[in-house]
């Protein structure tokens, strides 16, 4: 499939499912799957920094960065819920866009959040590089890679069967690869453990640990100034 075809169906996929997300966003954010992503962010990344969030969904997240005392700018591919992060908070700033086509000049921000992104984007290393561009020197990068056995996961099956799919089966520590070799450094790693997965695995093994994980956090700095060539 090609990136046009793909990005479109992601959209689409995105808008239907906006009011299902935007039900469940809140709990994700505070009690679920996405509880430690705010104390991880705010671990490496100070108040009044400039943030984009991509992927920002219904705009969850992004509100809750800036009530933390972040200036915040939100980007996704579905209009849908690009409305609904505009009704939900009018002090961050939201619009439609593409992570791989971000229109921001260079070196806009102090950092990025993308949280389960890249998973629905045709080329990982286009947006990669893309926000390598838009973030300042010595920027910070804060990720969450869907683990392998995360339920989301399973809109990539149907690949097996030679359908076309818009959610691609990046694993975590492919990520972490392909992130250090294209302009980033790793500077903090945590897992969000799988529901029922065993106690105390990220003391032992960081592989085991994303292997049971339903999703890693990775804080990546951008490792210089220079600005990667785009096409």
Same mark, same amino acid.
């Given at each position: 499939?090609?990136? @046009?075809?793909?990005?479109?169906?992601?959209?689409?996929?995105?808008?239907?499912?906006?009011?299902?997300?935007?039900? +469940?966003?809140? !709990?994700?954010?505070?009690?679920?799957?996405?509880?430690?992503?705010?104390?991880?962010?705010?671990?490496? #990344?100070?108040?009044?920094?400039?943030?984009?969030?991509? /992927?920002?969904?219904?705009? !969850?997240?992004?509100?809750?960065?800036? @009530?933390?005392?972040?200036?915040?700018?939100?980007?996704?591919? &579905? &209009?849908?819920? #690009?409305? #609904?992060?505009?009704? +939900? &908070?009018?002090?961050?700033?939201?619009?439609?866009?593409?992570?791989?086509?971000?229109?921001?000049?260079?070196?806009?921000?102090?950092?990025?959040?993308?949280?389960?992104?890249?998973?629905?984007?045709?080329?990982?290393?286009?947006?990669?590089? *893309?926000?390598? +561009?838009?973030v300042k020197p010595g920027g910070v990068f804060v990720v969450g890679i869907l683990g392998p056995v995360a339920g989301p996961r399973t809109n990539s099956y149907p690949r097996l069967e030679g359908e076309e799919v818009v959610c691609?089966?990046?694993?975590?520590?492919?990520?972490?690869?392909?992130? *250090?070799?294209? /302009?980033?450094?790793?500077?903090?790693?945590?897992?969000?453990?799988?529901?029922?997965?065993p106690e105390g695995l990220e003391m032992q093994n960081a592989l085991l640990e994303q292997a049971v994980s339903f999703m890693t956090l990775f804080a990546l700095e951008k490792k210089s100034a220079d600005v990667p060539e785009q /096409?």
């Amino acid at each position: 499939m090609d990136h @046009k075809k793909w990005h479109e169906q992601a959209e689409s996929k995105w808008d239907r499912f906006s009011d299902n997300w935007n039900a +469940r966003s809140e !709990q994700m954010w505070k009690d679920g799957s996405r509880k430690k992503v705010l104390p991880f962010f705010q671990s490496f #990344i100070e108040s009044d920094s400039d943030v984009l969030d991509l /992927g920002c969904g219904d705009g !969850q997240g992004s509100e809750m960065l800036q @009530k933390a005392g972040y200036s915040v700018t939100g980007v996704d591919l &579905s &209009s849908k819920m #690009i409305e #609904i992060a505009k009704k +939900r &908070s009018t002090a961050a700033t939201f619009l439609q866009g593409d992570v791989t086509a971000l229109p921001f000049e260079n070196e806009a921000f102090d950092a990025v959040m993308a949280i389960n992104c890249l998973e629905w984007v045709a080329s990982p290393l286009e947006a990669i590089n *893309e926000i390598n +561009r838009v973030v300042k020197p010595g920027g910070v990068f804060v990720v969450g890679i869907l683990g392998p056995v995360a339920g989301p996961r399973t809109n990539s099956y149907p690949r097996l069967e030679g359908e076309e799919v818009v959610c691609n089966t990046m694993m975590p520590w492919e990520f972490q690869r392909l992130a *250090e070799t294209h /302009g980033w450094t790793t500077i903090g790693m945590s897992s969000v453990p799988k529901e029922g997965a065993p106690e105390g695995l990220e003391m032992q093994n960081a592989l085991l640990e994303q292997a049971v994980s339903f999703m890693t956090l990775f804080a990546l700095e951008k490792k210089s100034a220079d600005v990667p060539e785009q /096409g």
